[in-house]
C-alpha cells in the first residue's frame, strides 16, 4: 500500500510538472510568436522588417528568451509525459519522449538564426547603403531559415501528439475526448506542416488548414495540460 501511495504521488508530481510546463509554453509562445514575431517581421519587406528588429532590440531579445524557455519546457513536458504516461505503455511512452526531444533539437537550431538575426541587427550607423542592403536581404533569410526549420521540427512534433495521444485515448483514467483531441492537433500538425514543406506555392490552402485544425491544435495539448493541472496522477474519487 505504501509503494502505491508512493506512485501515485510520482504520478501526480510529473502530471503537475507536465501541465506547468504546457501553460508556461503556452504563454510564452502566444508573446514570441503571436505578438512580436508577427509585429516585428513584414513578409516580403526586408526594409521594414530590419526598421523594425533595429529600434526594438530589446523586444526582439525577449522574443528570443521565450523561444529558449518554450525549448527548455519542451525538454521538461517530454520527461514528464513519459513518467505519467509510463504506466500506460512503456514503449510507447518512451518513443513519444524521444520524438518530443528530436522536435526540441530542431526548435534549438531553428531558434540560432533568431540569435543571427539580432546580431546582423546591430551597429546600423556603420553600415553603407550597400552594405545595408545586403544585411537586410541576409535577415530574412535567417528568418525565412527560423520558419522553415520550426516548421520541419513541427512535422516530428505531430508523430509525438499521435504517439500520446494514442496512449492517453487507450488510457481508461483519462477523458477520451482529451485522447480524441491529441488525436486530431497531430493530424494538424503533420498535414500543415507537411503541407508548407513541400506544397508551400499552395498558400490559400495552407491557410485554410491552419482554420480547420486551429481548435483541436490549441485543445488538444493545452486542454490536456489543464487537465494534468487538475485531476492528472489524483486517486479516483470513491463513492
Request: charged letters at 10%; hydrophobic letters at 55%; one cysteine or more.
Amino acid at each position: 500500500m505504501t509503494t502505491s501511495v508512493k506512485e501515485v504521488s510520482y504520478q501526480r508530481k510529473s502530471a503537475l510538472i507536465a501541465g506547468t510546463s504546457l501553460i508556461i509554453m503556452a504563454l510564452a509562445s502566444f508573446f514570441s510568436y503571436g505578438f512580436v514575431h508577427e509585429t516585428l517581421v513584414v513578409q516580403g519587406d526586408p526594409i521594414a522588417t530590419f526598421n523594425n528588429i533595429a529600434s526594438s532590440n530589446n523586444l526582439f531579445k525577449a522574443e528570443i528568451l521565450g523561444w529558449v524557455i518554450i525549448l527548455i519546457c519542451d525538454i521538461v513536458v517530454a520527461w514528464a509525459f513519459y513518467i505519467f504516461l509510463k504506466p500506460i505503455h512503456q514503449s510507447l511512452s518512451l518513443l513519444g519522449a524521444w520524438l518530443r526531444l528530436t522536435y526540441s533539437t530542431i526548435l534549438g537550431i531553428a531558434i540560432m538564426n533568431l540569435i543571427l538575426v539580432l546580431l546582423l541587427s546591430r551597429h546600423t550607423n556603420v553600415l553603407s547603403s550597400f552594405k545595408m542592403e545586403q544585411t537586410q536581404s541576409l535577415m530574412m533569410l535567417f528568418l525565412e531559415a527560423f520558419e522553415s526549420i520550426w516548421s520541419i521540427g513541427l512535422i516530428v512534433f505531430g508523430g509525438h501528439l499521435l504517439i500520446v495521444g494514442y496512449v492517453v485515448f487507450k488510457s481508461s483514467s483519462i477523458p477520451k475526448l482529451i485522447g480524441i483531441g491529441l488525436l486530431l492537433a497531430s493530424i494538424g500538425y503533420m498535414v500543415i506542416h507537411l503541407s508548407k514543406t513541400f506544397l508551400s506555392h499552395y498558400d490559400a490552402a495552407i491557410a485554410m488548414l491552419n482554420l480547420v485544425f486551429m481548435i483541436p491544435m490549441i485543445i488538444g495539448e493545452l486542454g490536456f495540460g489543464i487537465w494534468l493541472l487538475l485531476r492528472g496522477g489524483k486517486l479516483p474519487k470513491r463513492t
